[in-house]
């Protein structure tokens, strides 16, 4: 047993597998001390390595190293093994270290994409303020005590499906507003009135 650990041509994999066990209790340490080393690799990574599209996932990133180590060492031991089997010797591991490397990869990113399918995204509600903005009515029109529904877009351009109702009189279908109150379910909307042609000299 001695022997195995002792072996030249499987330290690559022994490296990863105590690389693994170092990152799990420095993780697990760093937790409750509040100096966790993902930490202080996301402050030192580079911007294009964060913004990779790989590396956009629901959990956290640490994983993706983990997982890492865990196929490099797996795939290495299997390699080595079979070839144990077969040839009664280990190949030297540079010979062995590409291959290894390749099936890591490959399983890799098959764990994170199927850890990504099965975590639900985390959604963090937000209010859109739409008061004072412009909107259009646009099914049916509106009285007190009966809303309507309008169309109005926020300060990022994103186009919402409101109700309306106003304090008083109507607002009709296709009419321009303006949201100048929220209640519970709704919007209070203001009719804009129509420009006055009094001075126009046409």
């Given at each position: ?37 993902s ?90 303020n ?64 129509k ?8």
């Amino acid at each position: 047993m001695l022997e195995f650990f002792l072996e030249y041509d499987l330290m690559p994999f022994h490296f990863s597998v105590l690389a693994l066990i170092l990152l799990s209790m420095a993780e697990t340490v760093g937790y409750y001390i509040g100096l966790r080393p993902s930490t202080f690799l996301k402050r030192i990574s580079p911007h294009w390595l964060s913004d990779a599209p790989l590396l956009q996932v629901k959990f956290a990133r640490v994983l993706i190293f983990v997982f890492l180590l865990i196929n490099f060492s797996f795939a290495g031991y299997f390699l080595q093994l079979c070839i144990f089997a077969s040839q009664e010797q280990f190949f030297p591991w540079y010979y062995v270290i590409l291959p290894a490397s390749v099936i890591a990869i490959f399983f890799t990113v098959f764990m994170i994409h199927c850890l990504d399918q099965v975590i639900k995204p985390k959604f963090t509600p937000t209010t859109v303020n739409l008061l004072g903005r412009l909107a259009t009515v646009s099914s049916g029109n509106a009285r007190p005590g009966f809303s309507a529904q309008a169309r109005v877009r926020d300060e990022f351009g994103q186009l919402h499906y409101v109700q309306v109702e106003p304090e008083f009189g109507e607002l009709e279908f296709q009419s321009q507003i303006i949201l100048i109150r929220f209640r519970k379910s709704h919007y209070i909307a203001k009719k804009i009135s129509k420009p006055n042609d009094l001075f126009n000299l046409e």
